[in-house]
């Protein structure tokens, strides 16, 4: 099906495609594509940037993984309203195959195989980078789909402070303020946060969820604290630390006669020395842990069941620049250990060492990276990546990509009593994909298609048990446009995705053929005001196509005054026309709802 969207998907990127971002004045650097600062029109991987003003202008009624489902070949399913459980699948891939990075630390469960992408405030959050596209060869495992790295708020200039507080719908109620600044010498940021909702049902649907139904209201609260420093000790010579800390409850349905809500507790931090030894060449050594901490309250453990993960991790990353082009040698360690409460507790140990080399020369543009992994469980994996572009004019280059890329099997699917499977191996991938960039007096436009085959899928059998038995093809094309047009500021982006799985000839669940969002702004002095439609097709909520959930288009509104340089008036109102829609089977969703609120941030 993809293939014969081709031709005509490309016709359609000449005249209104969609895009990652926006041109804009300032070229917009970024460090995931390559591990190494490069600017991002120089990129040869498909990547989206979401800077500190789009955060903002999400508002509080918008969670972490609904801004990611709005950028290109993001689709999101979430299990009933704000701090539920939410899945993230970029590029078709699982949620157990994306990998997130705080600040230089991997984030997530390695129970669960996936991170608590709503847990994580964006009041905290400085910028996004996404890498769609296996990413093994930069990070090792688990970027099948792709990488998202989240970098904390920054402090900078003059010492300030800065405050937000807001309240909508659903007893949705939001603080944050921080203090922040900078010299020559020295940058430090110090913020906190709190965050609550009086939610909704989380399931709305007896006929769909008779066993877990409960029609009482699901709240959740979130508190968040970040801090950031950062010290020039010499000429080329810094050393730094930061923190992302955020901990929350969340209630949810699981049945009648019990009030079941889970307490969680995500957490990163990081220290840091960069020291350029001579003119071509920089060494950062980095060092830190991240925390997924989850206990439950449920009618199954009244008095608590604990599941908590550490990841402790070092990194030695060497630049060097070439007569040609900028060398990467790098060397990592990562301890990871999971504690199941009555259940496992168990760890391993992964050694890396990893090669890069990134150079532009006339027109052409190449990228090649290799990293070795050697798992204490299943052994060593060698994974590749090799990308070319070529300027065809000033205004337009065509570019083109290979990878691999795994992911290892969770300790769940490994050890879990009576369900784990001690023999699996690593899921694996092979990527092609080519793209088409135009960019000319502030328009951008790029289309991109993607295949990538999947083998050893995990996969559970009959009895639960996980096996090695499943493949898989994700096939697409991605298309987008930003930019501004008759005084408006325009964003949209289009995907066409055909995620399969091979063994059965049917979707795999959860994924849409088609999505697409549309953002429309515009200021007017001292107001700005924008719109923002998101659609979808239908998907299927289980394998073999069972479950089938329609699909849906969502229109939201924003406006945004400031009375002073410093401070603002924000409002939004989100799925306007109350569309009732579904991401999870028999879960609910957010009807129409608005939110309001006072922002001071001087520049």
């Known amino acids: 099906m993809i293939i014969r969207l081709s031709t005509a998907a490309l016709a359609v990127a000449s005249v209104f495609p969609s895009l990652a971002q926006a041109a804009t004045e300032q070229p917009t650097v970024v460090v995931t594509a390559t591990r190494q600062a490069q600017r991002a029109d120089e990129s040869l991987a498909d990547v989206t940037v979401i800077g500190r003003e789009q955060i903002e202008r999400a508002g509080s009624t918008f969670s972490l993984p609904e801004l990611l489902a709005r950028q290109p070949g993001i689709q999101m399913a979430s299990s009933g309203g704000p701090g539920k459980a939410t899945d993230i699948f970029i590029r078709g891939a699982s949620p157990r195959q994306t990998l997130l990075i705080v600040d230089g630390m991997r984030l997530g469960s390695t129970t669960l195989g996936s991170p608590s992408w709503q847990d994580i405030p964006l009041s905290q959050i400085e910028r996004i980078e996404i890498v769609r596209g296996p990413a093994s060869a930069l990070y090792g495992a688990d970027a099948i789909g792709g990488v998202i790295q989240?970098?904390?708020?920054?402090?900078?200039?003059?010492?300030?402070?800065?405050?937000?507080?807001?309240?909508?719908?659903?007893?949705?109620?939001?603080?944050?303020?921080?203090?922040s600044g900078g010299t020559d010498k020295l940058s430090y940021?110090?913020?906190?946060?709190y965050a609550e909702n009086d939610g909704f049902s989380a399931i709305y649907s007896k006929t769909k969820q008779p066993y877990y139904y409960?029609?009482?209201?699901?709240?959740?609260?979130?508190?968040?604290?970040?801090?950031?420093?950062?010290?020039?000790?010499?000429?080329?010579?810094?050393?730094?630390?930061?923190?992302?800390?955020?901990?929350?409850?969340?209630?949810?349905?699981?049945?009648?006669?019990?009030?079941?809500?889970?307490?969680?507790?995500?957490?990163?931090?990081?220290?840091?020395?960069?020291?350029?030894?001579?003119?071509?060449?920089?060494?950062?050594?980095?060092?830190?842990?991240?925390?997924?901490?989850?206990?439950?309250?449920?009618?199954?453990?009244?008095?608590?069941?604990?599941?908590?993960?550490?990841?402790?991790?070092?990194?030695?990353?060497?630049?060097?620049?070439?007569?040609?082009?900028?060398?990467l040698a790098a060397y990592e360690n990562l301890h990871q250990k999971a504690v199941n409460q009555d259940t496992f507790d168990v760890s391993r140990s992964i050694n890396s060492a990893l090669l890069g080399w990134t150079a532009g020369f006339g027109p052409h543009k190449v990228q090649l990276n290799a990293r070795h992994d050697d798992n204490s469980q299943f052994g060593g994996k060698t994974t590749g990546y090799a990308g070319y572009g070529y300027q065809i004019l000033p205004t337009l280059r065509v570019q083109g990509s290979i990878g691999n890329a795994f992911r290892a099997p969770t300790f769940n699917e490994l050890y879990y009593p009576g369900y784990g499977n001690a023999n699996l191996r690593p899921e694996s991938a092979y990527n092609k994909e080519v793209g088409l960039l135009w960019e000319q007096h502030g328009h951008s436009v790029s289309a991109t298609y993607f295949r990538n085959r999947i083998s050893n899928l995990i996969v559970n059998d009959q009895n639960f048990i996980p096996q090695n038995v499943g493949s898989a093809r994700l096939e697409g094309i991605s298309l987008g446009y930003g930019g501004q047009l008759a005084g408006f500021d325009i964003v949209a982006n289009i995907d066409f995705l055909d995620p399969k799985d091979l063994d059965t000839g049917t979707r795999l669940q959860r994924r849409a053929n088609k999505t697409g969002n549309l953002a429309i702004s515009r200021s007017f002095a001292a107001l700005t005001v924008g719109a923002e439609w998101q659609g979808s097709s239908g998907r299927y909520d289980r394998t073999n196509e069972v479950n089938p959930m329609g699909g849906y288009g969502l229109v939201n509104a924003f406006a945004k005054y400031a009375l002073t340089k410093e401070l603002g008036l924000e409002a939004r109102a989100n799925n306007i026309l109350d569309k009732q829609y579904e991401t999870a089977w028999g879960f609910k969703t957010a009807g129409a709802n608005v939110f309001f609120g006072v922002r001071y941030a001087p520049k």
């Open 150 to 179: 989240i970098f904390t708020r920054k402090g900078e200039g003059a010492p300030k402070a800065d405050a937000f507080v807001g309240v909508g719908s659903y007893g949705t109620r939001e603080t944050s303020a921080g203090v």
């Open 189 to 193: 940021s110090v913020r906190g946060g």
């Open 214 to 327: 409960n029609p009482d209201k699901d709240p959740y609260r979130n508190s968040n604290f970040s801090a950031k420093l950062g010290y020039s000790v010499a000429d080329g010579h810094e050393v730094g630390a930061s923190i992302l800390y955020a901990t929350s409850r969340n209630h949810y349905d699981s049945g009648l006669g019990f009030d079941n809500y889970s307490n969680n507790i995500q957490n990163a931090w990081n220290l840091f020395s960069r020291n350029r030894l001579t003119d071509i060449w920089t060494s950062t050594v980095r060092f830190g842990q991240s925390v997924d901490d989850s206990k439950d309250f449920a009618s199954y453990a009244p008095s608590g069941a604990s599941i908590k993960t550490t990841q402790q991790q070092f990194m030695w990353q060497n630049d060097i620049r070439l007569p040609v082009g900028t060398l």
